[in-house]
């Protein structure tokens, strides 16, 4: 049973582009659940998401940032017109109730 | 909203020595979970011990314990015979009924041989 996976590992962007993070839960997990890792900061919630249903979006900010999680196919992170501000690592977790398993995270570099 | 603390940004221990790392966290909800995850260099998040509020009992996990207050909203972790491959960050997380985790900033643990 493959664990939380994430792609890419590592992601550069230009000041401008989009940003596409994905996910796949481990095998049996209806629930997604991502964070950001800012330098020297513990996770920060973003987004909590079941399969085509938004949950909870309390730590998303309000622009350019979206998440889905559709029938079929990985979750996705989206980030439009990236800011150096959004250089981090995303973590993906999956769970199918109390405790995760994350994945092991895309490092998003900013230039 | 829920906070949790971790005051030690950095701590030592001596290989096969144990340590102790702190973290306070604060709720009004009387259901929730406490975990300690480890973080190495590969920025993987491993969960490392978990704590259901409802248990009196001190979760054990091999040479990984804590101490769970649930008064004084303490929850220490205990790492006994510590091995070089302990050395990480680790951070502290609440999850009560909204199931988001809320993590502490993290404590770096060095070990030295």
């Known amino acids: 049973n493959a664990g939380v996976m994430q792609n890419p590992r590592h992601l550069v962007r230009r000041r401008g582009q989009e940003a596409r993070l994905r996910c796949s839960p481990m095998?049996?997990?209806?629930?997604v659940y991502w964070y950001r890792q800012l330098p020297e900061e513990g996770l920060k919630f973003m987004v909590y998401l079941q399969k085509e249903n938004i949950i909870d979006e309390s730590g998303m900010p309000k622009e350019r940032f979206s998440a889905e999680f559709p029938k079929e196919g990985p979750s996705i992170l989206r980030i439009q017109q990236v800011v150096r501000g959004d250089s981090a690592a995303y973590f993906c977790a999956s769970s199918p109730s109390y405790g995760y398993t994350f994945g092991s995270g895309t490092r998003l570099t900013v230039v | 909203a829920q906070t949790v603390t971790q005051s030690q940004p950095e701590m030592s221990v001596q290989e096969a020595e144990t340590v102790t790392l702190s973290c306070t966290y604060d709720?009004?909800?009387?259901?929730?979970?406490l975990f300690w995850y480890k973080q190495p260099p590969s920025r993987q998040m491993i969960l490392v011990i978990r704590?259901?509020?409802?248990?009196?009992q001190n979760a054990t996990e091999n040479r990984f314990s804590v101490n769970f207050q649930k008064a004084a909203k303490s929850f220490s972790l205990k790492i006994s015979d510590s091995q070089l491959g302990d050395a990480a960050m680790y951070f502290c997380a609440y999850q009560g009924g909204s199931e988001k985790l809320v993590f502490g900033k993290g404590t770096k643990l060095t070990v030295n041989p």
């Open positions: 704590q259901e509020a409802y248990k009196q």
């Open positions: 095998k049996g997990h209806s629930h």
């Open positions: 709720t009004s909800e009387s259901d929730y979970y």
